[in-house]
């Protein structure tokens, strides 16, 4: 939602710098015209990779809760710590 927020701002900054009223303001305020612009561009495509990113956790998280609900991670935690066990050195026995 943010990104498309940033995405509209920035095409509305753009659509007003054709011959309308504002188009005097940005060419009167260039440093902020491309502060605003370089924000809202950033903006949304941080947004936007933020949104996927998200996406891609909670594909995981559905994943992931599926194994655990099948006892895939219980066998392989069982197995882990035989292993463990098996492979760690025996205290020495006093003599």
Do not use: K
């Amino acid at each position: 939602m943010g990104a498309l927020l940033c995405g509209a701002g920035l095409v509305a900054m753009i659509v007003s710098d054709f011959p309308l009223t504002a188009n005097r303001f940005w060419a009167d305020h260039s440093v902020l015209a491309a502060m605003l612009s370089s924000a809202l561009l950033v903006g949304a495509v941080y947004l936007a990779y933020e949104y996927r990113e998200l996406e891609r956790q909670a594909e995981l998280a559905r994943g992931l809760s599926g194994t655990g609900l099948a006892g895939v991670v219980d066998h392989m935690v069982d197995l882990e710590l035989a292993l463990v066990l098996a492979v760690s050195p025996r205290p020495a026995r006093p003599s």
